[in-house]
């Protein structure tokens, strides 16, 4: 069955990065796009970017461009978000999805930003 | 970059009856539209994808229409389980935008 399972909770300072994983199994991981959303405590969803697994082509929401980075590794069917100069409104769960629709999502990964 | 626009925000209902929430986007998404249902502490769920394509295993009560910039989501008879947030996002475009959410309450 389709799995994307994600790296655990994190902790970090300001002005620090995150890099979260995302590994999926039960299908092709070149095939499909991953997208990254990620969801403050009461907040609703916000879109973060998207990644082609098979060409590596990504695409970045204008909010956090010079900030994030989306990358793989076909080999482990693993994709990473890499987000810097964290700040206290980073503090949200970051989840991974598969495909333009979302049909399958990571568990979430909670970045928690406090010095 | 496209904005979607959902309504309600809280949507106030009781057990058996029929729901809809709509979407507006800023520009015309064609049928590239999800609706994605979501309880506390869990990922989002699709539910509709293409507009009104229903996604395996969501029950039939849900349903989506829509083209262009206006989308709505039903629920024809709501049920103890679909209190939840919903959320549309389209992804027409590379730049893909949520709507700001519904929350489905008990009346």
């Not at chain 1, 970045?60 to 890499?82: C, H, L, W």
């Not at chain 2, 949507?11 to 979407?23: E, F, K, M, Q, Y």
Request: hydrophobic share 30%; aromatic share 12%.
């Amino acid at each position: 069955q389709v799995q994307l399972v994600q790296s655990g909770a994190e902790v970090k300072k300001p002005g620090a990065s995150v890099k979260v994983s995302c590994k999926a199994s039960g299908y092709t991981f070149t095939s499909y796009d991953i997208n990254w959303v990620r969801q403050a405590t009461g907040q609703g969803l916000e879109w973060m970017g998207w990644m082609n697994p098979n060409s590596g082509n990504t695409g970045y929401a204008q909010k956090f461009q010079g900030r994030v980075t989306m990358t793989r590794n076909t080999s482990i069917s693993t994709a990473y978000m890499e987000l810097s100069s964290l700040r206290s409104e980073d503090t949200a769960v970051y989840y991974c999805a598969r495909g333009a629709s979302g049909s399958y999502w990571g568990q979430g990964t909670l970045v928690t930003v406090s010095s | 970059d496209i904005q979607m626009t959902q309504s309600p925000s809280t949507l106030s209902a009781s057990v058996g009856d029929r729901v809809t929430i709509t979407c507006r986007a800023s520009q015309s998404i064609s049928s590239w539209l999800a609706w994605y249902q979501q309880k506390p502490g869990k990922a989002p769920k699709l539910l509709i994808y293409k507009a009104s394509s229903l996604e395996s295993g969501v029950p039939s009560r849900f349903s989506g229409s829509g083209s262009g910039t206006e989308f709505t989501l039903t629920i024809s008879s709501l049920q103890p389980d679909d209190f939840a947030t919903y959320y549309c996002q389209q992804y027409n475009s590379y730049w893909r935008t949520f709507g700001q959410g519904t929350k489905v309450e008990i009346k």
